[in-house]
């Protein structure tokens, strides 16, 4: 146990170059600044990188699994684990460095960060590349890196099952990669269960490189808090705000997926590439047809009251097992944006992603993009090896889906993402490849939604939708992903309250609602600076054409668009309010200094 | 606790009362009516089943999210936490939970918690001599709780109960890895099952044992395998005990 509360003060450390495991002690002052979670991977991210310009998919660039205090307690919804790494994806329009890319972050549910604490560890760390496929088994103390080879190209599916079956016990928590990261496509993603990932910004890709199939993690410790009686009190609050909450309640009944409909409804769903906001036939792939004809259980994340997921079955041409969805983001970018609404269909195209370890938003996006440009006459059948990739049709869907975790044929340019497509295909494609600073949108359509625009633009990952909307928000996310909580559960104000004097109790350090968005500026001012840092100015901050130009033209908010200059000045106030140069967007020392960042700082 | 008598040549303290018993003590008692308003209907029921009122937790494996709410909370009461002095409850560390969830891939979660079985198969297979006094095995049912409890002190650590328990019922006992001695054994804490109070889904309720309910003291993997069927139209789990 280390002197700090509420953690172990070690992060394990495995170079697969070398194999040599260590146990890393983290300083106790990161720790209070940089708290766990997407913080302190950060942290650790800067600290191991420490020049601009480093390749994603080198030895070098370091893969972080972390849970945060909150991990490894009982603490409602706490099951989160935040892979923090160098964007294998992202690049700015002009930098001094061939491998400029931004941070990466994806946060997963499950039970994976929570079983990193059991067994002793406040995270996880892989540097290094493998000579061969392999694979780490973590048993408490013991540590090993085993040989994978005989698992290459093995599909997730069959994979999350054969680990066990190889490691002979169930207890075993694991996340792994799928043959379109061994193959190195850039949004490859990280998986869990067989149906929860770490889906964005190519942490599978990165994982790939590292020629690491899968870690297993089992354990049977758990971090000490500073004030046990004050946890005790704070739990039982906590689980009385949720477990009587509403909110709670709708969220077991649907999850994510409740909004397919409601945001078509309200124009802010993604449809046909990002043309419209509005889907007629939303209620074929909403929640309701799913609790109807496809879901069979509700599950849930560790100790989590929500259960927002949904696993079922499809009968027919594309039945089979669902381990998850349709959720609201792969029900639209698979479905409202490709004009799917055939239900096992888009279900059959989820999983498939899945189970090959894609990102569904990227993918969803891709895809879009080649039918619409398909749909335009600016790419033929050739150019697609003979998929005839019209809107709607679920087989030329499929058929891509494969092509892409392939890399073959066309599939290799895909995978390079839709900025490199658009590039490739040019003809004023560029206008509607929907992407910041080369990350794929995801499912909220901004047309009549500016300040999502805001969140898609200003996030350090490229175009995410869950950084936030406005300066507060973005500030509070980060610092709640870097807590090992959910945020669904946040969307509970009466969770606030509870939340903040959990953990207060955990570390013994107060925190109120200031102390905790002040921590979460500070962990977006480091990655600003660390993207600063590769080259990212304001021009990177840009959304394509397509929002400023191609107004809804149907549906409740028919006619939205967004106005250019509104937008700039937007982001002109953004800037200043961040205490960031408007022109440059560099943080400015005056605030660096009251986050605390001023040393961090001198190095740029 | 009046059907709590002790029967003669029983050490492991289990079924009290029998049939026979039943029958005679309605003599006494004047007919059913009356020992059914003494006792309640489930007790008129358990005496003509000829099994002992057992009480246990209850899984609705439909209503499971597999959260694991209940081991943290089993956990937190069955394993308390010393603080300056003071016994308070502990954080819920899952690894000593007496209820495990079981995941299975498709999504079946799988409660598993002792089944309180009336006939005892891991007392019965305690080869330790039962003590003149109290009847007891180093594995004996409580007669005040009627839980199942492991005299460290008397046990072998020869994990002929746990080998018991995973042959014929739930598997639950545990062989601690160092000495063998039996873990895992339901406490009811008390009567009030924290595990059953925090659920956040329903999915476990405190009710009579009744060896007619389906998947009644059946192991997690069988359990599973039966479900996934159901829900998914599949047997194949991947073949991991």
């Known amino acids: 146990m280390s002197g700090t509360p509420g953690y172990y003060g070690q992060i394990l450390d495995i170079n697969l170059s070398t194999g040599k495991i260590t146990k890393m002690a983290v300083p106790a002052e990161d720790l209070e600044k940089f708290v766990g979670g997407q913080g302190l991977g950060m942290k650790i991210l800067w600290d191991r990188l420490k020049k601009p310009g480093v390749d994603a998919l080198s030895p070098e660039n370091p893969l972080i699994f972390m849970p945060g205090p909150f991990s490894g307690l009982p603490v409602p919804s706490s099951s989160r684990t935040c892979v923090v790494t160098k964007s294998s994806i992202t690049s700015p329009i002009e930098s001094d460095y061939h491998h400029a890319s931004t941070v990466s972050y994806s946060n997963m549910g499950g039970f994976f960060g929570p079983e990193i604490r059991f067994a002793g560890y406040d995270g996880i760390v892989i540097t290094g590349k493998a000579k061969e496929l392999s694979y780490v088994v973590i048993d408490d103390a013991k540590v090993e890196i085993r040989d994978g080879k005989k698992f290459k190209g093995m599909r997730t599916d069959a994979f999350d099952k054969a680990i066990l079956a190889e490691l002979g016990d169930r207890r075993f928590k694991t996340v792994y990669i799928g043959p379109a990261a061994e193959n190195l496509v850039p949004y490859a993603s990280i998986l869990h269960t067989a149906g929860r990932a770490a889906g964005r910004g190519g942490t599978g890709c990165v994982m790939g490189s590292k020629n690491l199939k899968a870690i297993a993690v089992k354990g049977s410790g758990q971090p000490g808090v500073a004030d046990h009686q004050g946890f005790l009190a704070a739990l039982e609050k906590a689980r009385g705000a949720l477990y009587k909450s509403a909110f709670a309640k709708s969220w077991a009944e649907q999850g994510t997926a409740r909004a397919i409909v409601g945001n078509s409804n309200a124009g802010t769903e993604t449809v046909r590439n990002y043309r419209e906001g509005t889907f007629a036939e939303a209620d074929k792939i909403g929640g309701d047809a799913a609790r109807r004809d496809v879901w069979v259980k509700d599950i849930a994340c560790y100790c989590c009251p929500l259960g927002c997921k949904k696993s079922g079955l499809t009968k027919g041409k594309y039945g089979g097992i669902v381990h998850d969805g349709p959720e609201y983001e792969t029900g639209v970018m698979l479905g409202s944006n490709l004009l799917i609404s055939d239900m096992p269909g888009l279900l059959k195209a989820i999983t498939t992603i899945d189970d090959l370890g894609l990102d569904q938003i990227s993918t969803g996006n891709v895809i879009g993009f080649l039918m619409e440009a398909y749909d335009r006459g600016l790419i033929n059948r050739g150019f697609l090896d003979g998929i005839d990739l019209t809107w709607g049709n679920v087989d030329a869907t499929l058929a891509m889906i494969e092509k892409i975790a392939a890399k073959e044929g066309v599939g290799a340019l895909a995978a390079e993402g839709v900025r490199a497509l658009s590039w490739h295909i040019g003809k004023g494609s560029e206008k509607f490849a929907i992407q910041v600073k080369g990350l794929e949108l995801a499912a909220h359509n901004i047309q009549a939604n500016q300040p999502r625009g805001l969140s898609y633009v200003t996030a350090s990952r490229g175009a995410c939708h869950m950084s936030g909307d406005n300066i507060a928000m973005q500030n509070r996310r980060a610092m709640m992903d870097s807590t090992g909580m959910c945020f669904f559960p946040t969307f509970e104000p009466a969770l606030e309250e509870p939340m903040l004097a959990l953990l207060s109790a955990i570390t013994g350090r107060k925190y109120d609602k200031a102390e905790f968005e002040k921590t979460g500026e500070r962990i977006f001012n480091l990655e600003k600076l660390f993207n600063y840092r590769e080259g990212f100015r304001r021009a990177d901050d840009q959304l394509p054409d397509r929002f400023f130009e191609d107004a809804f033209s149907i549906g409740p908010k028919k006619g939205a668009v967004l106005d250019r200059n509104k937008f700039d000045s937007m982001l002109t106030q953004y800037y200043t309010d961040r205490g960031w140069d408007p022109e440059t967007t560099q943080p400015g020392s005056a605030k660096l200094k009251e986050l605390g960042l001023e040393a961090i700082s001198r190095a740029i | ?241």
């Open chain 2, 1 to 241: 606790m009046e059907r709590e008598k002790k029967e003669p040549g029983k050490p492991d303290g289990g079924t009290t009362l029998t049939r026979r018993e039943f029958l005679r003590d309605m003599g006494v008692a004047g007919g059913a009516v009356v020992l059914a308003g003494h006792f309640g209907v489930h007790g008129l029921a358990w005496a003509i089943s000829g099994e002992p009122e057992l009480k246990m937790v209850l899984v609705d494996y439909g209503k499971c999210t597999g959260c694991r709410t209940c081991e943290a909370a089993c956990s937190s009461r069955n394993r308390p936490a010393s603080v300056n002095g003071r016994e308070l409850p502990g954080l819920g560390n899952p690894r000593f939970a007496n209820i495990r969830v079981h995941r299975f891939n498709p999504d079946v979660d799988v409660p598993s918690v002792c089944a309180m079985c009336a006939d005892t198969p891991c007392v019965k297979a305690c080869p330790v001599k039962p003590d003149k006094k109290s009847g007891r095995r180093a594995l004996y049912r409580d007669q005040a709780t009627h839980t199942i409890h492991n005299d460290p002190a008397r046990c072998l650590g020869c994990r002929s109960c746990a080998k018991a328990c995973a042959t014929q019922r739930t598997g639950v006992i545990t062989p601690d890895s160092a000495t063998g001695k039996p873990e895992r054994m339901c406490t009811l804490c008390g009567g009030d099952p924290q595990c059953v109070r925090r659920c956040p889904f329903g999915a476990l309720s405190y009710v009579e044992v009744r060896r007619d309910r389906k998947f009644y003291g059946q192991r997690a993997e069988k359990i599973a395998a039966e479900l996934a069927k159901t829900w998914y139209g599949t047997v194949d789990l991947g073949g991991v005990k």
